[in-house]
């Protein structure tokens, strides 16, 4: 019976995000500094600066840093993406992956890391997601294209536009 199933559901809705709801960019380094676990604290960055999903943080390829790219396994598939701000990346050494203190990393589904972060931010008072959100409203006050910004964060310019349509309606 999917009856069962129907309490899980999630209550986000894209059309939901509200510009004036999420933390300024202050406030997220602020955040991010009073992280005391250097794991926790490294997710929280990279997520900030990179705009990626709880998951794909896991998964990342630094190799071209301060190039971030996401391997093919995660939800949308491989891409590449630029940090916004380049100083946080380079000022909260991203380049130096910690992962936090979760047993068994590797053996998690990407839903499964997706919800032991979000369990981690609520924790915090923080929804791992409103990084993800202030990173696209970067995209567009650095100017980047909305195809540009839905390709760095791995959807289509259709979902990009629909989502975040208040910030390029302001801008």
């Not at 490294?42 to 990626?52: E, N, R």
Request: proline content about 8%.
């Amino acid at each position: 019976s999917t009856d069962g199933l129907k309490g899980l559901k999630g209550s986000y809705s894209a059309s939901e995000v509200d510009p004036r709801d999420l933390p300024t960019d202050e406030a997220i380094a602020t955040m991010r500094a009073s992280i005391k676990d250097p794991g926790w604290r490294w997710l929280f960055g990279i997520l900030a600066a990179y705009g990626l999903r709880g998951h794909e943080a896991y998964k990342i390829d630094l190799t071209d840093f301060p190039t971030v790219r996401v391997p093919p396994d995660t939800k949308t598939g491989a891409r590449f993406c630029w940090p916004l701000y380049p100083e946080w990346a380079e000022r909260w050494e991203l380049s130096k992956q910690i992962l936090p203190p979760l047993a068994d990393i590797p053996n998690y589904t990407n839903g499964q890391l997706g919800t032991k972060t979000a369990k981690f931010f609520e924790r915090m008072s923080c929804d791992a997601y409103d990084l993800r959100h202030s990173y696209a409203r970067r995209c567009f006050e650095f100017g980047y294209s909305p195809e540009f910004g839905a390709k760095m964060m791995g959807h289509s310019p259709d979902v990009h536009c629909r989502t975040y349509r208040r910030w390029i309606d302001e801008g």
